[in-house]
């Protein structure tokens, strides 16, 4: 499912023609949000964890995105 998710953002990315700087603005954006989002419906002894455990599924989605369009590891500031 990774898999597809992460080609499908590579594939748009190259249909709407984006170029590396825009891919990185997109990336650090979403890193960004995902930080800012609080994990709801869970029990305050669980959040922690699954805020946690979302931050690191979706950095390695990020990651898996770049090496497909052969960037960089971390997107530039």
Do not use: W
């Amino acid at each position: 499912m990774e898999y597809v998710l992460c080609e499908m953002f590579v594939l748009l990315c190259a249909d709407l023609e984006k170029t590396p700087a825009e891919v990185n603005k997109l990336h650090r954006d979403m890193l960004a949000r995902i930080q800012k989002q609080p994990v709801q419906k869970l029990s305050s002894i669980f959040s922690d964890l699954a805020a946690e455990e979302f931050d690191y599924a979706v950095r390695c989605l990020v990651s898996m995105q770049r090496r497909m369009m052969g960037l960089p590891q971390q997107p530039k500031t």
